[in-house]
Structure formats: C-alpha cells, structure tokens
C-alpha cells in the first residue's frame, strides 16, 4: 500500500480515494480561496530510513496530500541549517540541506506537485539567520565597525567594560535579545542581537546589501517553479533605529510572542512587502499567475493585520485571532467580524488558519473537560473555519484528529526548553512525524528495518491515527476534511468578482449561524447542550453525529442549496444523525 512506499517505489495514486477533477488554477488570483496543507518536513515521510522527514518523502507523499482535497502545500525550511531551530536558522538560502535531499530533487517535488495541480509554497526566514551563515562569520572575524558586521545589529555594551548588553531587552526563546562575542584578538567585545535564540542573529535592513541579497533569493526559488513564499516573522526585520530600553523588557519572553513595540510592527518594513511584492509581480506579469507572498504577522488586531496586505504588500496574512480564540460563540464570531471587517477592506483575503507547527494541536487545546470534547470541538472548528471566505491553511496531521504528544524532557529538542528549562510553549509536541500505517512506531514514517528510529518518539496510541486506519474510516477527521472540501469546491462564493461578506442569523445561544452570498449556511454550537438546529433543512454536513432538527452540542453544520451530502460519508438522514457526518 502506498503508505509505506518509498518515493521511487512506483506510482501510489491508484491505491487512494479519488475527488472530482481539481480545477486548473489558471487565474491570476488563485490564493484567494486556496486551502494550502502545511507540511513539516522533518516530520512527513522519511525515505532514506535516517529517521527525518525529507523532500523525497514529500514527494511520495504528494498523492495522498491531493486526495484530501486541498489546492497546494507549504512546506518548511529544507535549507542547509545547524538545525539549533529545525531550520528556522538558515546557513545557506539557495541551497538544499543533504539531509532533505538536493535541488533535484527539489524540481522532481515541483514537477509531481504540477502533475497533482498542487501549488508549491516555501518558507523564507528574512528576519535572522544561522550563526554559521558565511556573513556571520564574516562578521565576527572582521572586528567592530567593519562592513561586515553592519549587515547585524552589533553594539558596544553598557557598564565598565562594556559588560551589560545594549539595551534590556529579552529573547523570546529565553534570556536577554543579546551575545557578546569574543574579538579577533581574544578579548570580549561588542554584543550582536537574536531576539530568538543566540544561534539566530537578526540580520539589519537597514544596510541595502541585505535587501538586494534576499532578492536574488527570492528570483533564485521562483526560478526553481515555486508558487510562493510564506514569510516568517514578516512584523520583524526592523527594530526601533535606537532600541531604546523597553518598559517591559520580558513581554516577548513572557508570551512568547512579538509583544514588545520596539521590537516588531515597524513602519519600514511595509517597503520590503512593496519591493517583495514588485519581484513576484514580475513573473506574473510573464504568465498571468501571481506568485504568493503570506506572511506571518503576529500583530494586536486585525486593524494592523490589513496594514501589511494592502494591495502592493503581502498578498496575505495568517489571521492568528481565530486560533487564540476561546471557545466560545461570542469570541469567534468577534474576531471574525474583525477580521471580515478590516482586512477584506483592503482587497484581499482573510487567511483562516486553526493550527501550526508552533501551536499545541487543536484537539488538546480545545479539549476543555477531555479529550472526547476536544475532538467534537477540534472538528466543528475545521467546518467552521472552511466554510469561512478567503483562503485555509490545514497544519499536517489535523486531518488525523492527532492530539498534542506528551514527550519526556530528554527527548525535547525545542530551543525554547534549552533556553529556559520550562515546558511552557514547547512546541516538540505538535511535530512529532506522522504515523502512515501499522501498530507501532515508527508508523510506516521511516522504514522498518535497518531505520533509525524517528527524530521525536512516537507515541504508541498514535495506532488509533495512522492515515491507514483513518482513510477506511468514513467517521473520522480525514473524510471530514475531504467532504467538506469537495463540498466547498461546489460553491460559488469565492468566485464572484465581489462576494459580499457573510450575513449573521439569529440562532440560540451559544450557537454562531451566518450564511454566506453563495447560499452556504454555517451553524456551530459552542455549548455543551444540543439545541434547535437554527436551520429546518436536512445539512448537507455536519461534524458529528445528531438528532433529527437538533444541533448536536460541540457540533456544527452546513446547509446549503443541492440538499444533504451524497458522498456516502458517515451518518445518513433518517438514521440518527442531522445530516451526512464525515
């Protein structure tokens, strides 16, 4: 079975559950209401048995990715790296890890992925990069002033003999934003900034030579055939010109998050989006399809949210709020007027997204009283979220309903646990590689035999969520996912040259209900009751299972024109259930 194939082994497709003919994303704006399968490539699919995900394995896995439904993938960082961040700290941008595998590979991957109608979309970490990146190296051997350390955030200390950093301010990682180096001549010297971890120096745009760099870097990928770019940290890149002390130094730190004023959200960094943006716009203007820019801009609202994707900008931003959101109907559905209220304004999409490689997984952070409401509620989020206007992003393994893995302190690689000690905001939980097929680790994700084990253990109960076990289940998250995305296929909303945005309906309490300009209704129930279905027809999906006229609690459901699901997924009108639940 393809699940435990080899990315050479022969063609898996014909072994998968098939979906209707993927429209040919010939439009300019074919972002707009992508949904985009996010995947970690460290922990995918691992074809050389070393225990790491790499892009061979993406590549055998690209079939089952389409079979799902979704319209592209994003995949992490594969660059060469030291790895101290999983490769969030880059030693070389135009280039392939060896671990990962090669640029040949890499254009094997692009050409499965256009064979599939998959669009391709890679990470690009502009903010830092690795301490053994040839500049960084550079730099500490060329001693204060040089031209070399002026592409980084280098200074004198404070105090006598310079012996206290630059300014207070704290890494997110843990500990203070800055190093101190050790000079030529051996003796200690200036300090350089890393507002994450030490192994990640930030890169200073206000010296031209780095922003001529990242365009060459940018041309050298969209050359390769990528579709797009997801920005990382794309509020950072520019710091306060004086970085002053910060009234509360440890914010960052503290959340973290990109809190601190001083540090994110500057006003100069809108002129890269608008030079990143010229570049993309160049190679559509070669074939008439835009080339994506989505950033991830942690910012406080969705007011400066729409800042960074006005329409010479970013084409989008991940909207964080939906994430953060508490379960309940009042905060959706505040953020999500927010978000349709400031960031549609703008001409682009919200881009809806409930999960990341960052993020504890949503069936535990919803699991509220256990773990059976956090499953109801973890589902009912994804019918909700897809059902929203713009684009989707699905984190790898959401659609096997994973739960977060509770991993012991000696198997923690997260920077953030070296740094600080604490297990607060680990993120080693959520990445933990994939399980394919079988009843013990690794889980058809590396071989079976000869194979190092996974690079994070794998759970034994990771059984129960196998993608063997789910595609022959018409119960579980993975037919959820791809009912809902065959239906969504169906809609015309995001085709309509002006959608008008969602119109709210009354509904009980505790239950969010709005339709949309295409006729699709959404209905979720936040409450731990059932209530009366705010709609009399029969739904065409619901995310669990209830009573005739009932919306089951922790539940949601869509009506919509057509009449009840007739995809064969789950539970049918008449036999217990509201409607077809996937």
């Not at 716009?281 to 800042?307: H, M, N």
């Not at 964080?320 to 209220?341: G, K």
Request: one cysteine or more.
């Amino acid at each position: 079975m393809f699940l435990t194939q080899r990315a050479d082994s022969g063609d898996p497709r014909g072994v998968l559950p098939r979906l209707g003919d993927r429209p040919a994303h010939g439009a300019r704006t074919w972002w707009r209401d992508a949904v985009i399968y996010q995947i970690y490539v460290r922990s995918f699919l691992d074809s050389t048995g070393d225990g790491i995900g790499d892009l061979a394995g993406v590549r055998a896995g690209l079939p089952y990715v389409s079979s799902l439904g979704v319209d592209g993938v994003w995949l992490t960082p594969f660059y060469p790296s030291p790895q101290h961040d999983h490769g969030y700290d880059v030693a070389d941008y135009r280039a392939v890890d060896p671990v990962y595998g090669d640029l040949e590979e890499f254009g094997r991957l692009i050409a499965d992925a256009r064979a599939l109608g998959l669009k391709v979309v890679i990470d690009i970490v502009p903010n830092h990069c690795s301490s053994e990146h040839p500049w960084f190296r550079e730099a500490l051997a060329a001693g204060p002033g040089s031209a070399a350390r002026a592409r980084f955030h280098f200074a004198d200390g404070r105090g006598p003999g310079g012996a206290l950093p630059p300014n207070n301010w704290r890494a997110m990682f843990g500990g203070p934003a800055w190093t101190r180096v050790r000079e030529p001549d051996g003796g200690p010297g200036q300090w350089y900034m890393h507002l994450f971890s030490p192994e990640q120096p930030d890169l200073n745009w206000r010296d031209p030579r780095v922003g001529a760099y990242f365009d060459t870097v940018l041309r050298f990928w969209l050359d390769q055939g990528v579709d797009g770019f997801r920005v990382d940290v794309a509020a950072g890149l520019f710091h306060h010109p004086e970085l002053p002390d910060s009234d509360d130094p440890a914010a960052d730190e503290r959340t973290r998050d990109s809190v601190n004023p001083l540090a994110w959200n500057q006003p100069e960094v809108h002129e890269v989006w608008r030079r990143w943006r010229a570049v993309c716009e160049s190679y559509t203007a070669r074939d008439g399809v835009d080339r994506l820019l989505v950033g991830e801009v942690s910012v406080p609202t969705a007011a400066d949210q729409a800042a960074y994707v006005r329409p010479d900008e970013l084409h989008q931003a991940f909207f964080f709020h939906l994430l953060s959101a508490r379960w309940n109907a009042d905060d959706f559905r505040r953020v999500i007027t927010e978000a349709l209220r400031d960031i549609a304004g703008t001409g682009s999409t919200t881009t809806w997204v409930l999960n990341n490689h960052d993020q504890v997984r949503t069936v535990t952070r919803y699991a509220g009283e256990g773990c059976t409401t956090g499953a109801s509620r973890a589902r009912a989020a994804a019918l909700l979220m897809l059902a929203l206007p713009g684009a989707a992003y699905i984190y790898q393994g959401e659609e096997l309903g994973l739960p977060e893995v509770e991993l012991p302190d000696e198997a923690l690689t997260d920077p953030i646990f070296r740094r600080t000690g604490s297990r607060q905001y680990v993120r080693d939980g959520c990445r933990v590689p994939l399980p394919w097929s079988g009843h013990t680790s690794p889980f058809g994700f590396t071989g079976p035999d000869g194979s190092a084990p996974p690079w994070l253990p794998q759970p034994g109960w990771f059984a129960e969520h196998t993608t063997d076990r789910v595609l022959g289940d018409p119960g579980s998250f993975w037919h959820l996912y791809r009912t809902a995305l065959t239906l969504r296929r169906g809609f015309a909303g995001a085709d309509l040259p002006d959608p008008a945005p969602p119109r709210w309906l009354e509904a009980p309490p505790g239950v969010l209900a709005f339709a949309r300009a295409d006729g699709l209704v959404c209905a979720v129930n936040f409450g731990n009751r059932p209530v009366p279905a705010p709609v009399a027809d029969v739904p065409l999906l619901t995310s669990g299972p209830c009573d005739p006229g009932v919306l089951a609690a922790n539940t949601a459901a869509w009506w919509g024109p057509g009449g009840p699901c007739s995809t064969g997924a789950g539970f049918l009108p008449g036999k217990g259930s509201c409607g077809p639940s996937a």
